[in-house]
């Protein structure tokens, strides 16, 4: 299995990013897929999950701004960010949610002015 991040990158605050996880070895819709973030000096956090039959979950504190969806075609997960803050700042991974495999390289996303 493998789980290629990318979309990150310099963005400034109250700007846009949108990720993408592409996976190999694996489909996506076969599995509860997350989207987790390490920011500086902090543990590694989820972000949002999207599960098999499509429903999809989002911290509280993220509600309204962070959105995730998949393409089954493409079998590739995204995740829509809106409105970020320096606070948003971290290094974004994919992961299954179950059943974990080594995390990659995940997608730098820096949100400053």
């Known amino acids: 299995v493998q789980l290629v991040e990318s979309g990150g990158g310099l963005v400034q605050p109250g700007g846009s990013l949108r990720l993408s996880c592409a996976a190999s070895?694996?489909?996506?819709?076969?599995?509860?897929m997350g989207w987790y973030r390490q920011s500086p000096g902090k543990e590694r956090e989820w972000v949002a999950l999207?599960?098999?039959?499509?429903?999809?979950n989002v911290p509280d504190a993220l509600e309204g701004r962070f959105a995730i969806s998949r393409d089954i075609a493409k079998n590739t997960v995204y995740l829509q960010m809106n409105s970020l803050t320096p606070e948003d700042t971290g290094v974004y991974y994919c992961?299954?949610?179950?059943?974990?495999?080594?995390w990659g390289q995940g997608t730098q996303v820096t949100v400053s002015s």
């Open positions: 992961n299954i949610v179950l059943n974990k495999v080594p």
């Open positions: 070895g694996t489909i996506v819709s076969d599995n509860s």
């Open positions: 999207i599960h098999p039959a499509g429903n999809t």
